[in-house]
């Protein structure tokens, strides 16, 4: 039997890693090795435990004040002996964390095989976003299997030489996440603070809009509920302290304001859908919203994800103050703009991800096991 090893750090790596670890979970021909190395530990084990998952493997390697570089150096100092003793056939892993390149580099001085799921987004520009797209293209180097979320993301990887028979398009598997998070009846107390009021969703966290950007993001929600007297935001606020210190001093004293600690992932999913819009600099964020029939304006210049722009389900808006106000105005503002995003077709799947991706690998190392026998 083929051993499958897969590591996650980051809450997001969780999520959209969660179908597929339960799908080799049930799958008679692999054997299941989850490693958590503990990047984001506490976000993580929140996730884990939501979606019943137990880790074989925690590496602990989360430390306070922690560097890229030191996440890194603890990964691959800690994974190697894990790997020598587990001996799997082949490593899965997701996206474009600083755990995914250091789990990726450890499995290649191993010699094992690399699965990537997620592969094949592109900025082109390494430091937008950072560290993750240089991260992604790093991998792409590395991995042996290149599971693409779209045509789009296959494009790029056949255009940076890499091998066509290696790359499958599978669709992203943060959809697939979606069957298993909605419902129907659903309530949670920050829907009842809003008493039934429409409200938009915020979520900020990523390193390039720490700072001025962000200052200036928040501004821009201020100058939203002016122009709305009767709308709420409502700002699950990242850990990073960077971001809760700004947004309290900023934000926590609107009456129309919600600040709440991150949500897990079930809630975030029917809280979302019970959404106006959502405003974000998530990449996550901007696969799912599509498939809940909400507009997102994404708070970066560039996105890794322009199947979604190019399908009129997103929309880059940037940091700037006023370039925000005047999109969320003109998005409420025009019925019929709005219903065009929110009714758009979602290009990254149709929840069927992770069932693509164990039948290529069962085909795989069916074959391979079957060419060893002979």
Same mark, same amino acid.
């Given at each position: 039997?083929?051993?499958?090893?897969?590591?996650?750090? +980051?809450?997001?790596?969780?999520?959209?890693?969660?179908p597929l670890v339960h799908k080799i979970s049930q799958s008679n021909q692999f054997e299941l090795?989850?490693?958590?190395?503990?990047? /984001?530990?506490?976000?993580?084990?929140?996730?884990?435990?939501?979606?019943?998952?137990?880790?074989?493997?925690?590496?602990?390697?989360?430390?306070?004040?922690?560097?890229?570089?030191?996440?890194?150096?603890? =990964?691959?100092?800690?994974?190697?002996?894990?790997?020598?003793?587990?001996?799997?056939? =082949?490593?899965?892993? /997701?996206?474009?964390? +600083?755990?995914?390149?250091?789990?990726?580099?450890?499995?290649?001085?191993?010699?094992?095989?690399?699965?990537?799921?997620?592969?094949?987004?592109?900025?082109?520009?390494?430091?937008?976003?950072?560290?993750?797209?240089?991260?992604?293209?790093?991998?792409?180097?590395?991995?042996?299997?290149?599971?693409?979320?779209?045509?789009?993301?296959?494009?790029?990887?056949?255009?940076?030489?890499?091998?066509?028979?290696?790359?499958?398009?599978?669709?992203?598997?943060?959809?697939?996440?979606?069957?298993?998070?909605?419902?129907?009846?659903?309530?949670?107390?920050?829907?009842?603070?809003?008493?039934?009021?429409?409200?938009?969703?915020?979520?900020? /966290?990523?390193?390039?809009?720490?700072?001025?950007?962000?200052?200036?993001?928040?501004?821009?929600?201020?100058?939203?509920?002016?122009?709305?007297?009767?709308?709420?935001?409502?700002?699950?606020? /990242?850990?990073?302290?960077?971001?809760?210190?700004?947004?309290?001093?900023?934000?926590?004293?609107?009456?129309?304001?919600?600040?709440?600690?991150?949500?897990?992932?079930?809630?975030?999913?029917?809280?979302?859908?019970?959404?106006?819009?959502?405003?974000?600099?998530?990449?996550?964020?901007?696969?799912?919203?599509?498939?809940?029939?909400?507009?997102?304006?994404?708070?970066?210049?560039?996105?890794?994800?322009?199947?979604?722009?190019?399908?009129?389900?997103?929309?880059?808006?940037?940091?700037?103050?006023?370039?925000?106000?005047?999109? =969320?105005?003109?998005?409420?503002?025009?019925?019929?703009?709005?219903?065009?995003?929110a009714c758009g077709i979602n290009p990254y799947g149709d929840g069927q991800a992770a069932e693509?991706?164990i039948r290529v690998l069962e085909q795989h190392y069916a074959s391979a096991q079957a060419a060893?026998?002979?």
């Amino acid at each position: 039997m083929c051993k499958i090893m897969c590591v996650v750090g +980051t809450r997001p790596e969780v999520i959209k890693m969660a179908p597929l670890v339960h799908k080799i979970s049930q799958s008679n021909q692999f054997e299941l090795c989850l490693v958590t190395t503990g990047q /984001h530990k506490e976000m993580v084990g929140q996730a884990m435990e939501l979606f019943q998952l137990k880790a074989d493997v925690d590496l602990e390697v989360m430390k306070a004040g922690q560097t890229l570089t030191s996440i890194t150096s603890r =990964v691959l100092d800690r994974l190697e002996p894990v790997m020598q003793a587990e001996q799997p056939s =082949v490593v899965l892993v /997701h996206g474009d964390t +600083t755990t995914t390149l250091a789990a990726s580099l450890a499995a290649f001085y191993q010699k094992v095989d690399i699965g990537h799921v997620e592969a094949g987004l592109r900025t082109y520009d390494k430091y937008a976003p950072y560290p993750e797209e240089m991260n992604r293209q790093l991998v792409s180097r590395l991995a042996d299997w290149h599971f693409a979320p779209t045509e789009l993301a296959r494009e790029n990887l056949l255009a940076e030489n890499i091998d066509a028979k290696s790359i499958q398009v599978t669709g992203n598997t943060a959809i697939d996440c979606l069957n298993l998070t909605l419902k129907q009846h659903y309530s949670h107390e920050l829907l009842e603070r809003m008493n039934g009021h429409e409200f938009i969703l915020v979520t900020v /966290h990523r390193r390039e809009n720490l700072g001025v950007n962000m200052e200036h993001i928040f501004s821009a929600l201020l100058d939203i509920l002016d122009y709305f007297p009767n709308i709420h935001i409502l700002f699950p606020v /990242h850990k990073n302290p960077v971001v809760r210190e700004l947004a309290e001093q900023m934000l926590q004293n609107h009456p129309r304001i919600h600040l709440s600690e991150p949500l897990n992932t079930v809630d975030f999913h029917n809280i979302a859908y019970r959404s106006l819009l959502i405003l974000t600099d998530s990449g996550g964020v901007q696969e799912e919203a599509p498939s809940l029939h909400k507009p997102v304006l994404v708070l970066r210049n560039q996105t890794e994800r322009p199947e979604g722009v190019d399908a009129g389900v997103l929309k880059l808006v940037g940091t700037d103050r006023e370039t925000i106000a005047q999109s =969320v105005t003109a998005l409420l503002t025009d019925e019929r703009s709005y219903q065009q995003m929110a009714c758009g077709i979602n290009p990254y799947g149709d929840g069927q991800a992770a069932e693509r991706i164990i039948r290529v690998l069962e085909q795989h190392y069916a074959s391979a096991q079957a060419a060893g026998r002979e």
